[in-house]
């Protein structure tokens, strides 16, 4: 069941702004500056993972690093205890998103896989172990 926060979530991060605000806050040093912000463009969030489950409305945005498109994999739920399966369920939602990117030919294997930064919004009192 969707927690009332991945609703609030979801709708901030569905504006540009606020994903650019994340990427210049959070992203790995010397990263942030070498991004195309105007770039930025909203990409499907619904697939299907390697293990056949649904995944609806995560949130995926796309931006150029030195003319080169990556994704961004906003993994919007609401987590607010540690978990310690959140690497694997990780894995497993990127590989959904290159199916999706290879079968809808937005990308071309020969050219290799985008990079991909998976993003988990936690905000709960114990520190995350990982």
């Not at 979801?10 to 790995?28: C, I, Y």
């Not at 995560?58 to 978990?83: A, H, K, M, N």
């Not at 990308?107 to 905000?123: K, M, S, T």
């Amino acid at each position: 069941m969707a927690h009332l926060h991945d609703t609030g979530y979801k709708f901030l991060f569905s504006h540009a702004d606020l994903v650019r605000e994340l990427l210049q806050t959070f992203a790995p040093p010397g990263l942030a500056p070498l991004l195309d912000y105007a770039s930025l463009r909203r990409e499907t969030g619904s697939f299907i993972t390697p293990a056949m489950k649904q995944r609806e409305d995560d949130i995926v945005w796309s931006v150029e690093l030195q003319g080169r498109r990556i994704y961004l994999y906003l993994l919007l739920e609401f987590q607010s205890t540690p978990d310690d399966t959140m690497p694997m369920r990780m894995l497993q939602y990127v590989a959904a998103l290159y199916d999706h990117l290879l079968r809808s030919k937005a990308v071309d294997i020969a050219d290799g896989l985008p990079p991909v930064l998976p993003i988990v919004l936690y905000n709960g009192d114990a520190r995350w172990r990982q």
